[in-house]
């Protein structure tokens, strides 16, 4: 017996009990199954279907329901001819049953090139020629998110920023100074650390802005828009220094977007530049630069020549003659991991141009190590330099090698000999460096120090700063007494009364008790892509991209062939590759940000609610956090997605694409609200990657989002990563899995223009692979009928379960960690409803809850447009916060007779403190359990609670092991559901699940049976 999906048809209240018998008898006749195969075949039962024109579409698919896949180009553009591009379209129409594509440039050299356009152009005209659909994927590889390395190219003041905290700790009326970054300040408070009073003291911060970009606030020289830290050796001066054995390296995995930059100090005119990379053939990683200058009467940077290609042949670009201060190499796109150039040479006729040396340039006067001591104070940088013995600097408690402490003189000193006292003995190698103006310098190495102290002679170095690096330890937490520093014999002290350019910081006095002191600062972050939050950033990107395809290919978008754009894996979360992105700590922010708060919040400002981002604030923790995660999500749902979303309506398209990671528990790390992002999306998706069933627990909050607000398509790009030997019954299986769960759009992943190299996270699905070349036809025609049948139209399920967005903020901070609250089960309660109970629900978001919802009797209904949804059981997972009006909407569902499950932990807190009580009060009520303690408030031995009103609306609790009981709860609950599969045998290597839609108003079940049944 093969297959297996199957449909059935019909309308009207009789063809639902017919179901309902046929899926019972089914379940008896599958038992008696030894196995079931699963092959592209469908199954069906009709009733009449004379002149139905949705019954003739699902017998003989039309070829705009077939799907369309990722085509990867992962050749450089100069290799791939027009010719082979429309043979791939042609043939992929022909044999495998493929109805357009999303072409995916696999980080291309001479992206958005007119050579690009070109081929792009090919695959186009070939493919309109059968009526193919091609979605427009908007980023050159992936993530979507810098253009290519254009955005930061021409709009460098509107990347990726982020929110950093300065603090320090004081008691009793002590002074408190932190030096700040250049950034916006986006508050400043102090907070006592026993009452959690908190005070706004933006007031007392200084913020000094930055000069504008002129060739005369550069560093004069050579310098690098980064530089590998791990080990020294790789500054940039290595790429002016004449020698092709040295090399500058950019910071590690750092990808594209790096820059080496040369200020001559005053204009030089150059005709010419050669280039090279390291003779280690590993080493040659650029695949897509441009030489450019800054031109001061446009201000702005101006490229002179391009290339793709270096090597450690080199390459040299001659071009009219120029005159600037400024020249740079830009590195758009590499191979691998980071840049690196062992030479970068400017040329006047045949005289190369000198490069002035990095002058010595006094930092403010101080001191500062890799870390400190953090369990309690005394240990810090200072105590190493006050000439006392009985104080001393510590690393952090858990600090491992490498550590690092630094004086800074504020002026320019002579040095010539260091006295060293250690405490501990844990320091096995270290290193004695001075600054040269361009990177730290060895004056003396050693191994041990110890604590009667180690004296340390060496050739006098001119310097502003030197440093002990610690580059062995036994054990951990390295320790310092003193570190002194001699000019002949003379100690050295730091120059505190040197005048410094005035720069940002913030000073304030706290009041008697012990208080934390705290100024948060939006920074750049370094990485080259979106603010994804900023307005302004988002519609640079669509004007590079999206504008510029649009004003080649208007006629495509007009015609149907470009129906839709795909943009891909988005976040907040910090994460690398080739194109590094997000950003550190995932604390991804935007310079408007307190603006975008006030105006959500009546006028309330975030200042007071930023300490939540990393501590406990108390009574207002729940609050603070969920305001600044909801205004984040907003920003990004609104101001990314949702301004694409707008372009792409207004040009007649539609958007799809998906989120990173869309498994884990807690997603306000990554994207903020998985279900939220989608809103103004016209097509929500999901990532189906790495192996069957690899984030099936995410298909239902996806296809929930759609439901919530009405969307009729769910997307997902399938398959990428699961191999090259992929088993071909995972197209059916993973399919079926998927449209059982609202999925109803594939997006195969992928094919490639070069299938024999540089095919990353295969299997190749194309006519060229022989493992698929018959089922891609059979699996398209396959895709067609389910996509006929089960987009748009109308979901039906009895069970709504509440997303718990509002208690994942309020358990998220800013601490590296995806903090899964352990108690948060909702998607295994989710997985427990499709793949163990078997009855279908829909994710509520609390926003549509309140919004959307309604109780009519013991109904609670979702009131929209075209997906409107009738609910008789209400599902509550774990959580410890709810908002006060669901909980309320909630109880009256109950009230009037409505049926209330809940699971793991009962909410008993609001999202403002004083909801806390209310909500208490509520559960109580309802479940007669107290939600704090979980304890029962009547006699009750069974393996839940179960409390009745006297409309016959029940509350269950069930605080543990709901795996093995939610199915017996819910048969109690309600007499008959809208489906029921029973006695269902063991499952083996797939699922067994079903959905019900209603489309044209026809009653429409598939019923995915992808498994082998024991």
């Known amino acids: 017996m093969k297959n297996n999906g199957q449909f059935l048809l019909g309308t009207g209240k009789e063809q639902k009990e017919k179901m309902k018998k046929r899926v019972k008898f089914m379940s008896l006749l599958l038992a008696g199954c030894l196995c079931l195969q699963c092959t592209g075949m469908v199954s069906f039962a009709k009733s009449e279907t004379s002149g139905n024109q949705l019954w003739f579409d699902f017998q003989t698919p039309p070829d705009s329901s077939k799907t369309r896949p990722l085509w990867f180009w992962n050749t450089e553009l100069d290799e791939m001819t027009p010719e082979k591009v429309r043979e791939l379209v042609r043939e992929s129409y ?164 790096e820059y080496l930059q040369i200020n001559f100090g005053e204009e030089k005119t150059f005709d010419s530049v050669k280039v090279y990379e390291d003779k280690l053939e590993e080493l040659h990683r650029t695949k897509d630069y441009s030489i450019q200058y800054w031109d001061i009467a446009e201000n702005r940077w101006k490229t002179v020549a391009t290339g793709t290609k270096i090597t450690d042949q080199g390459a040299t670009h001659s071009f009219e003659p120029v005159t600037a201060q400024l020249v740079r190499l830009y590195i758009r796109n590499i191979t691998q991991d980071s840049a690196s150039i062992s030479e970068f040479q400017i040329f006047n006729g045949n005289q190369q141009l000198e ?155 706290v009041p008697d008790g012990s208080w934390k002191v ?28 999206y504008e510029e395809y649009y004003s080649r290919f208007q006629k495509y978008f007009e015609n149907g062939t470009i129906t839709s754009a795909f943009y891909d894996e988005p976040t907040f979360w910090p994460w690398p590759g080739t194109t590094p992105y997000g950003a550190e700590g995932a604390r991804l922010w935007t310079p408007e940000y307190n603006k975008a708060y006030e105006e959500t919040f009546n006028g309330e400002s975030p200042v007071l609610n930023y300490p939540a981002l990393w501590y406990e604030i108390g009574k207002d923790t729940d609050e603070a956090r969920n305001k600044l995660q909801y205004v984040r999500t907003e920003l990004f749902a609104e101001n990314y997605i949702g301004q694409i979303a707008d372009w792409c309506d207004d040009h007649g398209i539609d958007l799809m694409g998906h989120m990173l990671l869309e498994e884990w528990v807690n997603p306000v790390g990554l994207h903020g609200d998985l279900m939220k992002v989608f809103k103004d999306q016209q097509i929500p998706g999901v990532d189906v990657i790495g192996s069957y069933g690899y984030t099936q627990e995410a298909y239902k909050i ?17 398959f990428g990563a699961m191999g090259e030997n992929m088993d071909k019954n995972i197209l059916h299986k993973s399919s079926m899995d998927q449209y059982a769960k609202g999925v109803n759009m594939i997006i195969p992943h992928a094919i490639w223009y ?38 748009d139209g109308r979901h039906v399920a009895d069970i709504a379960m509440l997303y718990p967005i509002d ?98 932990q009962l909410p008993y807190r609001g999202i403002e403190d004083s909801e806390n009580e209310q909500v208490i009060s509520i559960i109580k009520e309802m479940f007669q359990v107290d939600p704090v303690t979980g304890q029962s ?28 009981k939610l199915q017996t709860v819910l048969d109690d609950a309600l007499p008959t559901y809208d489906v029921e599969i ?28 992808p498994v082998i049944l024991l």
């Open 937 to 964: 408030l009547a006699s009750s031995t069974g393996e839940y609670t179960k409390n009745t009103n006297a409309a016959g609306g029940t509350a269950y609790f069930i605080q543990t092991g709901f795996e093995t």
């Open 94 to 257: 022909q044999q495998s049953g493929y109805n357009g594509f999303g072409i995916l440039p696999n980080w291309i050299s001479q992206y958005l090139s007119d050579n690009y356009f070109e081929l792009y152009e090919a695959a186009l005209d070939e493919g309109s020629k059968y009526g193919m659909q091609f979605s427009l994927y908007d980023e050159n590889g992936f993530p979507s998110y810098n253009a290519g390395g254009l955005l930061e190219e021409n709009y460098p003041e509107l990347t990726t920023k982020r929110l950093d905290k300065f603090e320090q700790d004081a008691s009793n009326g002590e002074k408190v100074y932190l030096s700040l970054p250049e950034g916006k300040l986006m508050g400043a408070v102090a907070m006592n650390m026993d009452t959690m009073e908190r005070i706004d003291i933006s007031d007392q911060a200084t913020i000094v802005d930055p000069p504008p970009f002129s060739p005369d606030t550069q560093p004069l020289g050579v310098s690098a828009s980064s530089t590998y830290s791990v080990t020294s050796g790789y500054e940039a001066s290595k790429a002016v220094d004449g020698e092709l054995s040295t090399r500058w390296n950019a910071e590690s995995l750092s990808g594209g977007g």
């Open 807 to 904: 208690y994942l903020e309020s358990s998220f901070i800013f601490n590296g960690d995806a903090n899964n609250p352990s108690d948060a089960d909702y998607m295994r309660v989710g997985e427990t409803l499709s793949l163990t109970a078997r009855r279908d629900f829909t994710y509520l978001h609390p926003d549509i809850i309140d919004e959307r919802c309604s109780v009519d009797g013991d109904t609670f209904h979702l009131e929209n447009e075209t997906n409107y949804e009738d609910y008789k059981v209400f599902v509550i997972p774990g959580t410890k916060v709810i908002s006060l009006s669901n909980l309320e909407k909630i109880k009256d569902f109950y009230d009037n007779g409505g049926k209330v499950i809940a699971t793991t």
């Open 702 to 718: 996806i296809s929930s989002s759609a439901n919530n607000w009405d969307k009729g398509v769910v997307m997902s790009e399938s």
């Open 355 to 509: 490069v002035p040396p990095t002058p010595l340039v006094p930092e403010k006067a101080g001191y500062s190590a890799s870390s400190v001591y953090e369990i309690e104070a005394g240990y810090e940088a200072d105590k190493a330099f006050d000439g006392d013995m009985t104080t001393r600097w510590n690393a952090a408690a858990r600090g491992t090698a490498p550590q690092w402490l630094e004086i800074s003189f504020g002026e320019v000193r002579n040095v010539n000999k260091a006295v060293l006292y250690e405490d501990l003995d844990r320091i096995t190698s270290f290193h004695l460096q001075y600054w040269n103006g361009d990177s730290w310098v060895d004056c003396a190495t050693g191994s041990t120090i110890g604590s009667a102290g180690l004296t340390l002679n060496f050739d006098s170095v001119q310097t502003t700063k030197m440093r002990l690096l610690m580059d062995g330890l036994n054990g951990m937490s390295p320790t310092i007494w003193e570190m002194e520093l001699y000019d002949g014999n003379t100690k050295i002290q730091i120059n505190e009364d040197q005048q410094q350019p005035e720069s940002s910081h913030l000073e304030y006095t």
């Open 518 to 545: 705290m100024a948060f600062m939006c920074v750049k972050d370094g990485n080259n892509g979106m603010d994804y939050l900023d307005a302004d950033s988002v519609r640079a990107f669509i004007d590079i991209t």
């Open 982 to 1009: 029973d006695q269902v045998p063991a499952i083996s290597g797939g699922n067994l699940s079903y959905i019900h839609k209603v489309k044209d108003n026809q009653d429409i079940y598939f019923i995915a049976i």
């Open 754 to 791: 070069d299938n024999i190299n540089h095919v990353d996270a295969p299997p190749e699905l194309s006519y060229r692979n022989e493992r698929y070349r018959e089922e891609l036809p059979i699996y398209n025609n396959y895709m067609g009928r389910l996509n006929t049948m089960l987009q």
